[in-house]
């Protein structure tokens, strides 16, 4: 069955080093691996829910990295970096929250295992304390061969991992983007003359290279043409799907999309002097089931976000709309006084029940879902975790969410956007949250009745 699959996933990666006589249909044996490996999870611990079928969420990557691990010895799991953070945080509860979770994730990794992660310039978004707090926890190694410290220009993390599967000495890199990412007491070097060096140092104790690169596509290209004979890169900074493996130089390039949506699969067979593998991307959606003791751990990180929250929220002084370029948000209440049919029709769509939503789940406290089931959410007048009073009027995707900021209405209708089109929508009806979107669908569906006339 499972080879069946591989076949017919099989039209990739057969050149340079990677392939010597054609794809392989056989599942990894004595000469053969696997890699399992993800990219970009972004601080996502589990998926959100917004839409039934949803991809993701960390006990289902363990499901199938723990039956992996039955099924063959040979199996080397990855992660390429940006694993922590969703980004950087606007603010102190954003923080808290951002932390709390990645100490959830560093606790699933550290129960379902991994063989190395690299360190991405997105796990360095939260300052190096964060970063090297949470390696201090970790019970596999992290690995970058590019950061080092400024003064001393020693490795912080391990510079090379080495792991032996099948008879194969596999030596694993990792290096972080340069121009992106600046932390005071580090430096991080050309990623290529580090490869480079670190390449030729490992050339005599390995027989497969990886690198774990958080460069971005373009650049692990120029890197597979500039340092010769890397067999694998895997490539975090996703932000497109890839289904198909590049191949560049002879090397494998390839990524398993972001926020841990899908796992990516590498079977390596030794192919006489060199390898040839086969790529897939193995999408964790419901039907692969959960690892009880991850999902467990995914219930107890929703409690304790909605207990510190509660905690820290409301705590602020309160605001005075109408700040900041004179753009703020008055909320549905003040809009019905001279739109009644607007609002009753309002009323009616799910937009109106957004927040109880998140009551339902219990997920009202947690910065990361509020953000789109609020109106307003951080800007002036708007949805504020710190702001008790205005925060409750503004719960809800009200009509300030699809019409503009309502203090731009004025005396007259200029200023206020009658039809904001597709655009407005795709804010929060993103392809992950809502797969199914469909404008010409969608908008009959929450569309205020309309028809010119005063209302
Ligand atoms: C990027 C915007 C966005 C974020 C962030 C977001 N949601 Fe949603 N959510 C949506 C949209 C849009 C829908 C409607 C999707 C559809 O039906 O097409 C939705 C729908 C839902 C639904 C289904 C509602 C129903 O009645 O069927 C649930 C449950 C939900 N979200 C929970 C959450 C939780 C929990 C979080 C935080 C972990 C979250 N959402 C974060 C945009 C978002
Ligand atoms: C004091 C009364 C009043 C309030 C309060 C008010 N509006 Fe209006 N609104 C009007 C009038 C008057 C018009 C113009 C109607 C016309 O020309 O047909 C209008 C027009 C509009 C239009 C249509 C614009 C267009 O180009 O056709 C939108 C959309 C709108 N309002 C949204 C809102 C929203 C959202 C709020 C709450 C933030 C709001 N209004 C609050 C009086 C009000
Ligand atoms: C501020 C974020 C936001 C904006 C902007 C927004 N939506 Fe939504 N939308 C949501 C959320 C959240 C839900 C889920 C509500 C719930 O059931 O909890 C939703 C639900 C819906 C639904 C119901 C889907 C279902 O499965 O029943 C439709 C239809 C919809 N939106 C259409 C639109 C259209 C069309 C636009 C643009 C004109 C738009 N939305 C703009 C956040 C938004
Ligand atoms: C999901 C997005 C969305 C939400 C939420 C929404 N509207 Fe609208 N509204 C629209 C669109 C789109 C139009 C333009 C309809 C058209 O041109 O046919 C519109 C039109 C209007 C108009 C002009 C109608 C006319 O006949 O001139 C008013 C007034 C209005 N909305 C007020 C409101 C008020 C008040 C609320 C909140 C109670 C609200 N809208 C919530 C999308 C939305």
Not at 17 to 39: R, V
Not at 162 to 191: N, S, Y
Request: one cysteine or more.
């Amino acid at each position: 069955m499972l080879q069946k699959v591989l076949a017919a996933a099989c039209a990739v990666c057969c050149t340079g080093i990677l392939a010597l006589a054609g794809c392989l249909l056989k599942l990894p044996g004595d000469s053969g691996f696997t890699i399992l490996y993800s990219n970009d999870v972004r601080g996502e611990f589990e998926n959100c829910g917004c839409a039934d079928v949803q991809l993701g969420g960390l006990a289902r990557k363990a499901r199938l990295l723990r039956s992996a691990a039955r099924e063959t010895t040979g199996l080397i799991r990855l992660d390429a970096g940006n694993l922590f953070f969703p980004k950087k945080p606007a603010n102190d509860i954003e923080a808290r929250e951002f932390l709390l979770k990645a100490n959830f994730i560093l606790g699933a990794y550290n129960a379902m295992g991994c063989d190395a992660l690299n360190v991405g310039d997105g796990d360095l978004a939260m300052g190096l304390d964060a970063l090297t707090g949470l390696r201090s926890k970790a019970s596999f190694p992290i690995v970058s061969s590019n950061i080092v410290i400024r003064d001393s220009g020693k490795h912080l993390f391990e510079p090379v991992v080495f792991k032996t599967v099948a008879g194969t000495r596999v030596a694993i890199l990792g290096v972080c983007p340069q121009d992106t990412v600046f932390v005071p007491d580090l430096r991080i070097e050309d990623p290529v003359a580090s490869v480079r060096k670190m390449a030729a140092a490992v050339r005599d104790r390995s027989d497969f290279l990886v690198v774990l690169s958080g460069l971005g596509l373009e650049r692990d290209r120029q890197l597979a043409q500039l340092v010769p004979g890397i067999n694998l890169i895997v490539s975090s900074r996703a932000d497109r799907l890839l289904e198909k493996a590049l191949v560049e130089n002879g090397t494998l390039i390839v990524q398993a999309y972001n926020r841990g949506q899908y796992l990516g699969r590498v079977d390596v067979e030794r192919n006489g002097g060199g390898f040839s593998a086969a790529h897939r991307l193995l999408p964790l959606k419901p039907g692969v089931g959960e690892e009880k003791d991850i999902a467990d751990m995914g219930r107890v990180l929703k409690a304790q976000v909605a207990a510190m929250n509660q905690q820290a929220f409301f705590k602020g002084q309160p605001q005075q709309p109408g700040v900041v370029g004179g753009s703020a948000y008055a909320g549905g209440d003040t809009c019905v006084q001279c739109h009644v049919p607007s609002y009753e029709n309002w009323q009616a769509t799910p937009h109106a029940r957004a927040y109880q939503t998140l009551v339902d789940k219990g997920s009202q406290y947690d910065v990361e879902c509020l953000v789109c089931h609020t109106t307003g959410y951080g800007e002036p007048g708007g949805y504020s975790p710190t702001q008790k009073e205005r925060s409750s009027a503004m719960i809800n995707v009200q009509c300030e969410s699809c019409h503009g900021p309502g203090s731009r209405h004025g005396a007259s209708k200029d200023g206020i956007v009658r039809n904001g089109g597709k655009e407005v929508c795709l804010g929060c009806h993103t392809e992950k949250n809502s797969p199914r979107f469909d404008y010409d669908e969608y908008l009959p569906l929450v569309k205020c009745p309309g028809g010119g006339k005063k209302q």
